[in-house]
């Protein structure tokens, strides 16, 4: 094996030791291209670097430094004096440990950045452990650099890069995600009907985020006595002045549905404790759907703590009027709507 190109172009490097797989020469001209050949200047961090070849690689095409990491005492001797061949030794830093037992934790509390991380781990290793060793990269990035991993059939696509194979070797090459501006909340209810209470939580929650869109869902729970086309019609009348919300019907799971959206947080009303429990179950239950999923609880406004989707039906179909409990433009159309529907359902405790 010779270094390919740069300074050091031509350099025969010292022979692989037993239990090193050393990266291909096609392998790794293919990955310098993608990466565009040459830098000017950088950090080079080569975890799990066998002989060192793609660091040293790096190090004759332009890159100022470079650590190795690599638990084998064999393979450290070998990147040491690949380092020596290649008149590098100034530029190297070669760390004997294991990359997800101590190294990456001491090189995020030193707060090292790198602006090319490559990471050659044994095949053999687990799915799991190395979707976690490369979970961690990101952060010991610099803001442009990039993370280039090798693994056997272990796509790693949802890191947000490109994978290639090369025979039995996928390279995936991905960069450091950037900071989306954008903050999406969920506000999701069969809203049946809308109450001032749930546009006040609405509202709320469109002061914190950039948007929210109001999700109308079927609660398997209850059935409405309106289409959700129609609930959401009435939602979009009342949120129309407030400019960053959008209403939308929701078929299926609500984790699904925020997905689809962009969306990592669902925002809920809380009036009172008794409300807690079943938010909590379903915050939980949400979660293990979706790991990454918030729930943010906001506590309804003490003059809205008694009112309830339910407690409107049955004013309503009782010809009471619901003036305040309902945002007015939309008042008539509930009064109309719900008179005479005591569908069994009303003030039964549902939280609606
Ligand atoms: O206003 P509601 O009746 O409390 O709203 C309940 C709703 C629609 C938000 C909830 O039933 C829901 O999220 N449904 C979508 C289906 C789903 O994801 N179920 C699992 C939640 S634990």
Redesign the pocket.
């Known amino acids: 094996m010779r270094i390919i190109a740069g300074v050091a172009r031509g350099v025969r490097l010292a022979a692989v030791p037993d239990g090193v797989r050393p990266t291909s020469d096609r392998v790794r001209e293919a990955l310098f291209n993608s990466l565009g050949q040459f830098f000017d200047g950088g950090e080079v961090l080569d975890l799990y670097a066998g002989t060192g070849a793609l660091g040293i690689e790096a190090l004759s095409r332009g890159c100022e430094r470079a650590t190795f990491v690599e638990t084998s005492g064999r393979a450290v001797a070998a990147i040491r004096e690949n380092l020596r061949r290649a008149n590098f030794e100034e530029r190297g830093e070669v760390v004997r440990g294991d990359v997800a037992g101590e190294v990456l934790g001491k090189l995020e509390g030193g707060g090292r950045r790198f602006d090319l991380i490559f990471a050659d781990p044994p095949y053999k290793i687990s799915g799991l452990k190395l979707r976690d060793v490369v979970r961690r990269l990101p952060a010991l990035l610099t803001p442009s650099g990039r993370v280039v991993v090798e693994s056997g059939d272990a796509l790693l696509e949802d890191f947000g890069g490109n994978s290639r194979r090369y025979g039995g070797t996928v390279v995936t090459i991905f960069e450091k995600p950037k900071p989306t501006t954008m903050k999406v909340a969920v506000c999701?209810?069969?809203?049946d009907p809308v109450t001032s209470g749930h546009l006040d939580v609405i509202g709320r929650a469109a002061a914190l985020f950039d948007h929210v869109v109001v999700a109308v869902?079927?609660?398997?729970r209850?059935s409405a006595r309106l289409s959700a086309a129609e609930r959401a019609s009435l939602i979009e009348k009342v949120t129309a002045p407030l400019g960053n919300v959008s209403v939308e019907v929701?078929e299926?799971?609500?984790?699904n549905f925020a997905r689809e959206q962009g969306a990592r947080v669902v925002v809920k009303g809380l009036r009172a404790g008794s409300d807690f429990e079943s938010e909590f179950q379903?915050a939980q239950?949400?979660r293990t759907l979706y790991p990454e999923f918030e729930t943010v609880f906001i506590m309804a406004a003490s003059e809205h703590s008694f009112l309830s989707s339910s407690a409107i039906r049955e004013i309503a179909s009782l010809g009471g009027s619901v003036r305040g409990l309902v945002p007015e433009e939309i008042r008539e159309i509930i009064q109309r709507v719900y008179l005479d529907v005591d569908d069994g359902r009303a003030a039964k405790g549902?939280?609606?």
């Open positions: 999701p209810g069969s809203f869902g079927k609660n398997v209850k929701m299926g799971l609500l984790v379903q239950l949400n549902d939280k609606g």
